[in-house]
Every structure is written in C-alpha cells, then in structure tokens.
C-alpha cells in the first residue's frame, strides 16, 4: 500500500531557529495535509494542499506540496516554545475514499 | 475548522467488559467518519471507515467482532470494544470530512483506554 516516509524523526532546537520537515512517498498523494499533536490530544489540521506546487502559509507556517506530488515539506519560522509537539504529513489514498495515510512523525524540542 | 467531539476523554475498564466510545461531527453532518488508533510514539493507524446507515469497512487485520462500529446517524459513529483485554489499552482518534472524503479532516480529542 502507499506509505509515507517522513523526517527527522526528531528534532532539539533552539527558541528562535526555523524548522524544517518533510515527507515523501513513493506513490502519488491527491492531497496534503500537515498536523500537529499535542500529548494527550487529537491531531489539529494545520495547512491543506491540494494542487501540486502549491505553496501555502499559515501565520509562521509554510507548507508546499511537491511538483511530482510525491513530496511536500513543512517549515516553521522562528520557533517558540508553543511549537514544541509531533507533526504528521498525511495524504489522501489514490482511491479517494478519504482514508487518510499518515507519516512516522517529527517530534520538535523548542528549548527557550 | 469544524469540530469533531470525542466521549469520553480517558476510560478504565476492567479486562472482560465492553466500552463504547462516541464521535459526534458538531457543526456538520458527517456521511463517513473514520476511526484510528495510536500507541505511543507512534503514529496514528487507521482501523476502519465508518459509513453513515451501511457497515462499517475494516482495515486488513482489524477485527470487526473486536471494534463494533455503529454509524446510525449523519453526526454521530460509536466503537465498542468487546470483551477488552489489556492489549486493547491504546489511544483511539476518530475523525470526519466536512466536504467530499478526499478533503480536509478534523480529528476528535481523543480516547485513553487502559483495561486493567
């Protein structure tokens, strides 16, 4: 079936730093979505996208899905210690049943 | 975004006993729903899509008599666990699609299950 390969599998930054995390797949995804986990918690949509090259922010979030529509990426700009939890890439399946793949996950550390 | 509400938050039960939990789709109506589930430190795996007033689809390896899936109404899916053992102890997810399947999802807070 289709997977998606998601990295760094964690990261330790400091206050301040931008993020980077990305998530790619050997099969082709009709949609992106990109969420963040806290402990205890559901999953909260953070950035959706649905057309290839589509580059797309949310406050100090920016996402792109990825040109073969078998990347996309995930960058934070200057962190802060809110940030800290686990994102997940998740796509759509091919066959368009709403079935949702998700990746490994990137843990993120913000130290003040 | 809209918002799908999961009861109830965190349950204890006894090994042997069955436990219902409930998703509801709050501000919209919800033909399919989709149920997941995650051990710690890992990600979420879906278990089964559950379709408003037809069975339920389970994933390869789910057991159907293990996680009944009850889909009775366009704002509200239910899954019991039956005769929980210790094993089933894990964090269960649901979520819904306000548009189309294929479209953003919205997930629930969230189920803690420990059976002790």
């Known amino acids: 079936g289709q997977q998606l390969n998601q990295s760094p599998q964690s990261m330790f930054i400091q206050e301040g730093e931008d993020v980077s995390m990305n998530c790619t797949s050997s099969?082709?995804?009709?949609?992106w979505l990109w969420y963040k986990q806290d402990p205890g918690e559901g999953p909260v949509l953070l950035i959706a996208l649905y057309k290839a090259g589509e580059l797309t922010s949310n406050g100090r979030l920016t996402a792109q899905f990825g040109i073969t529509r078998k990347d996309s990426f995930l960058n934070i700009s200057a962190s802060i210690p809110s940030d800290v939890g686990i994102y997940f890439c998740?796509?759509?399946?091919?066959?368009?049943?709403?079935?949702?793949?998700f990746g490994q996950g990137t843990t993120l550390q913000v130290k003040p | 975004g809209a918002v799908v509400s999961q009861h109830p938050s965190w349950v204890i039960c006894k090994s042997g006993t069955s436990v219902k939990i409930e998703c509801r789709s709050l501000?919209?109506?919800?033909?399919?729903m989709f149920w997941y589930r995650q051990f710690p430190k890992q990600s979420l795996m879906l278990m089964a899509t559950?379709?408003?007033?037809?069975?339920?689809?389970?994933e390869q390896g789910v057991e159907k008599d293990k996680f009944l899936i009850n889909h009775a109404s366009l704002t509200l899916s239910t899954l019991t666990v039956t005769s929980a053992h210790p094993e089933d102890s894990s964090f269960y997810i649901c979520s819904a699609s306000v548009e189309a399947p294929g479209t953003e999802a919205f997930f629930g807070q969230g189920t803690r299950l420990t059976v002790v």
């Open positions: 998740a796509g759509h399946d091919s066959g368009n049943t709403g079935k949702l793949i």
């Open positions: 559950s379709n408003e007033g037809s069975k339920a689809t389970y």
């Open positions: 501000d919209f109506q919800a033909t399919t």
């Open positions: 099969s082709i995804f009709n949609t």
